[in-house]
């Protein structure tokens, strides 16, 4: 026989329910609230929200952490897996209020408002991963070289270019070719010239915007190979280096990069000496780009270096343990580093280069991607910007392979005159 329960004590049998469902409730909230507190639970907020900001946020939504991008864009790529807030990140207004929004701030692309940053980290208002005087130091190219030279980092000679004399002075010291360049402002080699002869001078000049542009000269490298280390460094001062690889560029941008770089012990030893010395430099966590020339003599020189992640690093996303992006994350918000090695003998990464403008660049860069997709080894990672321009970088395809000749013959698949420019 059902019993049947009294009205009043029905009512109290329901209460007893409720409140053991909130005391359950509440015990499951007590035991979530310690893992808010981590520093998974912050929010990491990136000046730039482009190809590297996306892959910072994929990198950060795989471990649990929200991130927000400040961009000027409607849709950036980064808001695949970011929360975009649309502004400028040279707008000391906009990234002053983006601050605000965020835990722990970093940047995907140095050429930011570093004068509020220093102001916003020396007042104690924001955690600027790496430091606003890092990033200041080096959005300026040739106060980054004097500071690195101070340093007694190897580095090619370089000076000042305040005017038509220093050029003519220039000419003498270096011989022809040499690079004028831009203090700043400068990426995939928007800012730099090559100086020929004499008649190269005043067309030089103008098209990197004049003197009072701000303009530097560095004498001409004839290098070898072009080499790269990623370098993560924690918020304690930890630095762990990654593989030593050769990148190629084309018409100076980023075009290919191999790894292991095909170097002797000896230069593998110089080139991680450097990215140490480099890195030690600097304040702040994150990972740095240390971009180097190895000359015919064995020599190795500093180029130049990102405060964040970089082209040459892509290939840590399909070949090593713990991709730049993740560490990045890790570093800045004071979570253990992650490993650095390779987790394949050999890793080849393409850049996807817009090949014209337009539909045409669309459809080369889709006949790419097609051959990738049908070639083993080959991860494509896209980028979903606007559109395609002569040039502009879209995409990249990591090709792994159990052995050099296995992931270069993958190489020849994809792109021929890519792997002649990789040499032996
Ligand atoms: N002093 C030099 N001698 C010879 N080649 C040079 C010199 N400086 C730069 N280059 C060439 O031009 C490329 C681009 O130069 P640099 O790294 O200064 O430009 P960038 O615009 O900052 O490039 P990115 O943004 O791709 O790193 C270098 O990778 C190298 O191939
Ligand atoms: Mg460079």
Not at 50 to 58: K, P, S, T
Not at 248 to 253: G, L, N, P
Not at 353 to 374: F, N, S, T, V
Request: hydrophobic share 40%; glycine share 8%.
């Amino acid at each position: 026989m059902n019993k049947i329960i009294p009205d009043n004590c029905a009512n109290k049998v329901g209460k007893a329910v409720v409140f053991i469902g909130i005391l359950i409730a509440s015990i499951g909230m007590a035991s979530i609230i310690p893992t808010l507190q981590t520093p998974r639970a912050k929010v990491l907020g990136i000046l730039g929200g482009g190809q590297l900001g996306r892959m910072i946020a994929l990198s950060a939504a795989n471990l649990g952490v929200k991130v927000m991008v400040l961009d000027p864009s409607d849709r950036p790529p980064a808001a695949v897996a970011a929360q975009a807030v649309k502004g400028h990140f040279r707008d000391a207004d906009n990234v002053q209020d983006f601050t605000s929004k965020v835990d722990v701030l970093t940047v995907e692309i140095e050429h930011v408002n570093a004068e509020i940053l220093i102001i916003l980290e020396e007042e104690g208002a924001a955690d600027i991963q790496p430091s606003a005087k890092t990033i200041a130091i080096i959005q300026d190219k040739f106060a980054q070289k004097e500071y690195f030279k101070e340093c007694g980092v190897p580095l090619g000679e370089f000076c000042d270019m305040p005017d038509e004399i220093a050029l003519l002075h220039a000419a003498n010291e270096y011989g022809y070719p040499f690079m004028l360049k831009s203090k700043c402002l400068a990426y995939d080699g928007r800012g730099n010239y090559v100086l020929h002869s004499k008649e190269d001078h005043s067309i030089a000049v103008e098209q990197l915007g004049g003197y009072a542009h701000g303009l530097y000269a560095e004498k001409w490298q004839p290098f070898e190979k072009e080499l790269a280390v990623m370098v993560v460094k924690s918020r304690a001062g930890e630095v762990q280096l990654y593989p030593v690889t050769q990148t190629v560029q084309r018409d100076s941008i980023c075009h290919v990069t191999e790894t292991p770089a095909l170097i002797s012990e000896s230069v593998r030893i110089a080139a991680e000496l450097l990215a140490k010395q480099v890195v030690n430099a600097m304040q702040g966590a994150g990972v740095f780009g240390v971009e180097m020339f190895l000359l015919a003599n064995g020599e190795v020189l500093l180029n130049e270096v990102a405060p964040r992640v970089h082209n040459s690093g892509h290939y840590t996303i399909d070949g090593c343990v713990t991709s730049q992006f993740e560490n990045h994350v890790r570093a800045t918000l004071d979570l253990p580093l992650g490993d650095t090695s390779l987790k394949v003998n050999h890793v080849i990464m393409l850049n996807i280069l817009g090949e014209a403008d337009g539909k045409k660049g669309e459809q080369l860069a889709e006949e790419l991607i097609d051959r990738a997709l049908a070639t083993p080894g080959c991860s494509v990672h896209w980028y979903d910007k606007s559109g395609v321009t002569k040039g502009r970088k879209i995409g990249h395809i990591n090709i792994v392979g159990k052995s050099m000749e296995e992931a270069r013959d993958r190489l020849l698949a994809l792109d021929p005159k890519a792997l002649e420019r990789l040499g032996s």
